[in-house]
């Protein structure tokens, strides 16, 4: 298994709401990562994960809240979220942080806030 | 600071052509890593290519291409017998651990919409 799976493809949230994004990788990757792209611009780095632990918080705001429950999964819990918040939301693997391997990609979850 | 410039927002290309795209970094580190990602409409970001900078030769990927000039901290992507699938946003990347401050960067340029016309 290659690849990186993210669920769901699309969500649509209002800003009361709580709801969670969901990524899995089973090719043995110990490094985790979210990251944030707005339309037309580069991925923004969010988290990481590393070996289970939270190595990087971008200083991203409290609302946005990530779990790594095992190595093979990571979640990104939201809650009161703002419109500006409406992204595609990227799930990345690598074999460890900090190499220069390149990272393997989820095809993301399109997020509306509405 | 380490950047990284993708200075086409958009180019275009007619099937069975070859086209360039460009990219220039700057850094004061030696050792580094430079990527190309493609990401098309589907929305993953797809690894294209990877070259260490120690590494003179340049890398090749099948129809994928690179012309690395270290002393020019330039990296650009060849597309030979551009295809219809080609079709889609590229980023350059930039990865390097930093020795001074024991952390690692990693930064995208703002990418480049690649057009090909049948």
């Known amino acids: 298994d290659t690849e990186v799976t993210q669920t769901p493809k699309h969500l649509v949230m209002g800003m009361t709401n709580k709801k969670s994004l969901k990524c899995e990788q089973h090719m043995g990757h110990r490094a985790m990562y979210w990251y944030k792209q707005k339309a037309k611009k580069p991925p923004e780095l969010m988290f990481v994960?590393?070996?289970?632990?939270?190595?990087i918080n971008e200083s991203v705001p409290s609302r946005f809240s990530p779990e790594c429950p095992n190595s093979s999964l990571l979640n990104l819990h939201l809650h009161a979220l703002q419109p500006e918040d409406s992204a595609l939301y990227l799930c990345?693997?690598?074999?460890?942080?900090?190499?220069?391997?390149?990272?393997?990609f989820g095809s993301g979850t399109r997020l509306t806030v509405v | 600071a380490q950047t990284v410039t993708q200075s086409q927002p958009e180019m275009s290309v007619q099937e069975a052509e070859t086209v360039t795209l460009s990219c220039t970094y700057d850094t004061s580190e030696s050792d580094y890593y430079l990527f190309w990602y493609k990401q098309p409409p589907s929305r993953q970001m797809i690894l294209v290519i990877r070259q260490e900078a120690y590494k003179q030769q340049n890398a090749t990927e099948n129809r994928f291409s690179v012309n690395f000039q270290k002393a020019a901290k330039s990296f650009s992507l060849k597309i030979s017998d551009s295809q219809l699938g080609d079709a889609a946003m590229y980023f350059c990347?930039?990865?390097?651990?930093?020795?001074?401050?024991?952390?690692?960067?990693?930064?995208f340029g703002t990418g480049t919409r690649l057009k090909v016309l049948a």
């Open positions: 990345a693997s690598s074999q460890v942080e900090g190499a220069g391997y390149g990272y393997t």
């Open positions: 994960y590393s070996y289970e632990k939270l190595s």
């Open positions: 990347a930039y990865w390097a651990f930093e020795i001074t401050s024991g952390t690692y960067k990693y930064i």
